[in-house]
Structure formats: C-alpha cells, structure tokens
C-alpha cells in the first residue's frame, strides 16, 4: 500500500517500488524533472520514497503522481490526498465562529499564561536547588 503526503508545493511517494535503483525509478525522476513547474525531485531507495517540489500553480500533485504511474512505481488508484476540512472554533452562545484574529489573540493569550507559570516553575526550582546546595555548603564547612 503507497503512501502519498502532498501539501501544496510538495509531494511525497512511499512505496516499495521506490527502495532500489532502477531504471524505471530513473526515467520516472528525469520525466518529473521535465516538467515545467518541477523545482526538485529526491529518490530516497533507502526510504522507499520519492520527493518532488512542484509550484502548484503550473502542476498539480495528482499530475505528478500520474506520471509516477505511468512507469509503474505506483498502484493504479493512487492518488494525492484531499485536505480535512477546517473545523471552525464557535464562540459563545450565538455559535459564531471567531475570527482568525480573534482565534490566534486568544491562542497568544494563553501561551503568555502558560508560559509564565512555567517560567514561574523554573525559577522555583532552580532557585530552591540553589538555596539547599547553599545551606548545605555552610553545614559542611561549620562541621569541619
């Protein structure tokens, strides 16, 4: 079974056909290079895997994969995965979904609160650890 990652700008191809050197891993890699759009193209055999850079705007990722296809490196129902469908956050009793402002606003906010208890936390314990290595620094040096 392949498997196929693609985010627009990037494709990845993991398959065992890819895990050797071959001739058909070759001519798929200077067909893909061929192609108007095609930034780079890496054959990973030790991988199994094939990674091209596209621009998505003059070649699409099930073009690409089609050409793949063609030269047998992958299953004939292989295809580019379809994006999740974003969730909206709701906000409120009037269920409206909040802005990406309002959203990334919220997200900093509790960072920062996040962030200072566990700066808070760090300070604790290093200071602590000093205070004790301290104290018993003196305990040491009066028993002597």
Do not use: N, W
């Not at 498997?3 to 993991?14: E, F, I, T």
């Not at 895990?19 to 055999?45: F, M, N, Q, Y």
């Not at 969730?87 to 200072?116: K, N, R």
Request: with cysteine; aromatic share 2%; glycine share 12%.
């Amino acid at each position: 079974m392949p498997y196929v990652h693609a985010v627009p700008g990037r494709l990845r191809l993991k398959t065992r056909a890819l895990s050797a050197e071959t001739r058909a891993t070759r001519a798929a890699c200077h067909a893909l290079r061929a192609i108007l759009g095609v930034e780079d193209v890496a054959h990973k055999p030790r991988a199994a895997s094939l990674i091209v850079l596209f621009d998505p705007s003059l070649v699409s990722a099930d073009a690409l994969i089609a050409l793949v296809r063609d030269h047998g490196l992958v299953p004939d129902d292989t295809t580019a995965p379809v994006p999740a469908p974003r969730a909206s956050v709701s906000g409120g009793p009037g269920g409206g979904a909040l802005s990406s402002a309002a959203t990334g606003a919220l997200a900093t906010q509790a960072l920062g609160v996040l962030g200072g208890a566990i700066g808070k936390a760090v300070f604790g314990a290093v200071l602590k650890t000093g205070v004790e290595r301290g104290v018993s620094s003196l305990v040491t040096a009066a028993i002597r």
